[in-house]
T-cell receptor, first 116, second 113 residues
Framework: GAVVSQHPSRVICKSGTSVKIECRSL??????MFWYRQFPKQSLMLMAT?????????EQGVEKDKFLINHASLTLSTLTVTSAHPEDSSFYIC????????????FGPGTRLTVL | GENVEQHPSTLSVQEGDSAVIKCTYS??????FPWYKQELGKGPQLIIDIRSNVGEKKDQRIAVTLNKTAKHFSLHITETQPEDSAVYFCAASSPSGYSTLTFGKGTMLLVSP
């Protein structure tokens, strides 16, 4: 149990375009999902926390208009990188917390975004 | 906010040896301490976790110890195998807000046959 999927696993896009990444909890309901960004050889940095049916909470320094997060159901959250630039190229990872769970987060396999 | 320090940044051991990775945290309210293993190009995988009401937890070759007074916790891997080679991250979470995780910078473990 506690499987989280992400789609796509890899995406290459042109500068100025938008890219949508999906995060799904496959076998549990997730009231809270998290989005992280990880640059090469670095740790995971939390970008935002999303709760089903409400607006996401963004970490300091993360532009909410650039990284649009939607958590429309208990099993799906999406991250849209708008007007992508080469500096947005990174490994984006989502995680999900079971409804009613205290702290545990289960991570997806990540999405490698390359902006040309 | 919480700050998690992790050492060492790299660790090389021979197959069969033990490996120890240490982390310290700053927020005394933190009460959940997971350890993740991340292989190249993949998402982090939870390998073991411990809560603040427990001092030690063991799962086969992996153990975690927690010293709340000193605010540090450690991962112990015994009888290491080449497939243990990966980057390991510690994290800490407090019960406030959304109970977000703060990660250490990671330790690259290399187990040589």
């Amino acid at each position: 149990g506690a499987v989280v999927s992400q789609h796509p696993s890899r995406v290459i896009c042109k500068s100025g375009t938008s890219v949508k990444i999906e995060c799904r909890s496959l076998d549990f309901q997730a009231t809270t999902m998290f989005w992280y960004r990880q640059f090469p050889k670095q740790s995971l940095m939390l970008m935002a926390t999303s709760n089903e049916g409400s607006k996401a909470t963004y970490e300091q320094g993360v532009e909410k208009d650039k990284f649009l997060i939607n958590h429309a159901s208990l099993t799906l959250s999406t991250l849209t990188v708008t007007s992508a630039h080469p500096e947005d190229s990174s490994f984006y990872i989502c995680s999900a917390r079971r409804a009613g769970a205290l702290n545990e987060q289960f991570f997806g396999p990540g999405t490698r975004l390359t902006v040309l | 906010g919480e700050n998690v320090e992790q050492h060492p940044s790299t660790l090389s051991v021979q197959e069969g040896d033990s490996a120890v990775i240490k982390c310290t945290y700053s927020d005394s309210a933190s009460n959940y301490f997971p350890w993740y293993k991340q292989e190249l190009g993949k998402g982090p995988q939870l390998i073991i976790d411990i809560r603040s009401n427990v001092g030690e937890k063991k799962d086969q070759r992996i153990a975690v110890t927690l010293n709340k007074t000193a605010k540090h916790f450690s991962l112990h891997i015994t009888e290491t195998q080449p497939e243990d080679s990966a980057v390991y991250f510690c994290a800490a979470s407090s019960p406030s807000g959304y109970s977000t995780l703060t990660f250490g910078k990671g330790t690259m473990l290399l187990v040589s046959p």
